[in-house]
């Protein structure tokens, strides 16, 4: 059987913009939480690019939430959008792991210069998909339900 599109594989994928704007909305849910701990922990805004208790937050948040409520951030949910595996499953502990956690060691290990490269993939791939979705094996795509 031959295949004629990405999309009949993925269905049709979320592309670069519609995934950033998602990820800002779920900053500033995530800021919601951040900004009053950081206050109280640091006595003023503190945000670094390495790990902090801030980071535990964030990677609770990206690695539990589409466990939790099905492929969805916050954000996601918003502008229906949802993190899948390849085959259409639902995101597992191992995968959600993989996706957040040796993602996050990689882009900061690379100083963000993986992230650059994440974001050039996005936009210039078929498929839409970024290093982290690559490593768990994951899409994002339109929400059909």
């Not at 009949?8 to 670069?16: C, K, Q, S, V, Y």
């Not at 951040?34 to 503190?46: D, H, Q």
Request: a negative charge.
């Amino acid at each position: 059987m031959e295949v004629s599109s990405i999309d009949e594989i993925f269905g049709e994928t979320a592309g670069f913009f519609r995934r950033l704007i998602a990820l800002v909305i779920d900053g500033f849910f995530l800021s919601i939480i951040l900004v009053p701990l950081s206050l109280t922990i640091y006595g003023e805004w503190y945000y670094s690019a390495t790990f902090t208790p801030m980071s535990f937050i964030e990677i609770i948040y990206f690695m539990t939430l589409p466990l939790l409520w099905p492929g969805y951030t916050i954000g996601k949910r918003l502008l229906k959008i949802r993190i899948e595996r390849i085959g259409g499953r639902m995101p597992d502990f191992f995968c959600m792991f993989a996706r957040v956690v040796i993602a996050f060691v990689f882009y900061t290990f690379t100083l963000g210069v993986g992230t650059i490269v994440s974001a050039i993939m996005v936009i210039a791939r078929d498929d839409n998909r970024a290093i982290h979705d690559l490593i768990a094996d994951t899409y994002v795509r339109y929400d059909t339900m």
